[in-house]
């Protein structure tokens, strides 16, 4: 079974960077291919906001295009997110997904495509 933890949120002014991290584990002799962050706000519902898979091949939403970067190192099973030119906005708590077994080369950003997910990390931006 695979283990999703989250690090890296805090509390930062807006035009502020932060990198969140996820480390998968419990996975032993694969790799995890298709991964995702996600965020939830208080109230709205939860919305994909990068994914990342085969190939290393990405998808991002509209809102961070340009401002936010997914990576991965799949040899240690490590999951980024490089946040830039933060908004308050992007205030959530963010979580880090994946779906066992998924080789798409560009994951879905539905979070109901996606089997493990990680407990989260508070991001907030102040204006």
């Known amino acids: 079974q695979v283990q999703l933890v989250e690090s890296g949120g805090g509390s930062v002014q807006a035009g502020s960077s932060l990198t969140l991290s996820c480390a998968a584990s419990?996975?032993?002799?694969?790799?995890?291919?298709?991964m995702g962050w996600f965020r939830q706000a208080p109230g709205k519902e939860r919305e994909g906001v990068a994914t990342i898979g085969k190939g290393d091949g990405t998808r991002y939403a509209d809102s961070v295009k340009g401002r936010f970067t997914i990576s991965k190192d799949s040899a240690e099973n490590m999951l980024y997110l490089q946040m830039n030119s933060l908004k308050p906005e992007d205030s959530g708590m963010y979580y880090c997904a994946t779906r066992v077994g998924c080789v798409a080369s560009h994951p879905s950003l539905g979070s109901t495509f996606y089997t493990t997910w990680g407990q989260g990390t508070q991001v907030t931006v102040s204006s």
């Open positions: 419990g996975y032993t002799g694969s790799r995890v291919v298709c």
